[in-house]
């Protein structure tokens, strides 16, 4: 196979997949890892890739934002089990604050019963959920309506969130490394979830893990800024390694 036609393969696989692992195309085309690297390489200065840590992703992935409905089919399975261990976290008769990620989402449909605790969220979605269940004390964050994610952002929800004094935050994100932090596409929404992490005594990131290693534009946390991560078991050793060396506990459900 030349190069030409391993470099139409691996771009046809990434678009397909979603990403690609070295490791796997390495065994897929019949060649060195060393080659596959290379490979990447060149596909990211054609700008049609980016490398991440082990692989790479399609530019399209970084630069579409998906909508709540695409976001809510997808990884179903791993967020699920995220939310089981996140909703561990949970502290007796305190104060919880849950964004508008899909995985936060999750998190709100496991809230103990017998527990009683105070839940705020900018999400409408978790507010339709949440708003009528008997001993719990919701709050809804105000400011206006991201139709894509559901979101409530703005100075309404920022301004709220200054008076704000939030045991954990459960907070989703677009993508993660140690290198950038935890970034999302959107500068509203981003501004929220900074809100959300300086309003709160501990933060927790649930993720699954094909967010490791994307960077969007918009940082909201560094990494000394959050407690634990919680994701799936799909996350590499080695930056489970390097998120654990960095300070932030790791989980992988």
């Known amino acids: 196979m030349y190069a030409a036609e391993r470099h139409e393969a691996i771009l046809e696989r990434a678009r397909a997949q979603g990403r690609v692992e070295v490791g ?22 054609l700008g049609v890739l980016r490398r991440v840590h082990g692989g790479a992703l399609p530019v399209e992935r970084l630069t579409l934002e998906p909508s709540l409905a695409v976001r809510e089919a997808q990884r179903t399975e791993q967020k699920q089990r995220i939310a ?9 008769g305190g104060s919880i604050l849950l964004d508008s990620g899909t995985t936060s989402y999750a998190i709100a449909g496991l809230l103990p019963r017998d527990k009683r605790f105070t839940v705020v969220t900018n999400s409408v979605a978790i ?9 719990i004390e919701f709050m809804m964050l105000g400011g206006r309506v991201r139709s894509r994610t559901g979101a409530a952002v703005g100075q309404w929800t920022t301004g709220a969130l200054k008076e704000m004094a939030i045991d954990v935050a459960f907070l989703g994100t677009n993508g993660f490394s140690v290198e950038r932090g935890f970034t999302t596409p959107d500068q509203a929404e981003a501004a929220a979830k900074r809100a959300m992490v300086t309003a709160s005594r501990r933060v927790i990131v649930v993720a699954d893990a094909t967010k490791a290693g994307q960077v969007h ?22 930056t489970t390694d390097d998120f654990d060396a960095a300070g932030v506990e790791v989980v992988r459900a």
């Open 24 to 45: 796997v195309l390495a065994e897929e085309l019949g060649v060195t890892v060393e080659t596959v690297r290379r490979d990447l390489t060149a596909l990211e200065r």
């Open 127 to 135: 507010a339709a959920l949440l708003a009528d269940v008997p001993d």
């Open 84 to 92: 089981e261990r996140a909703v561990a976290e949970i502290p007796e």
């Open 217 to 238: 534009l918009h940082r909201f946390a560094d990494v000394t800024e959050v407690a634990l991560l919680v994701t799936d078991t799909g996350l590499d050793d080695e």
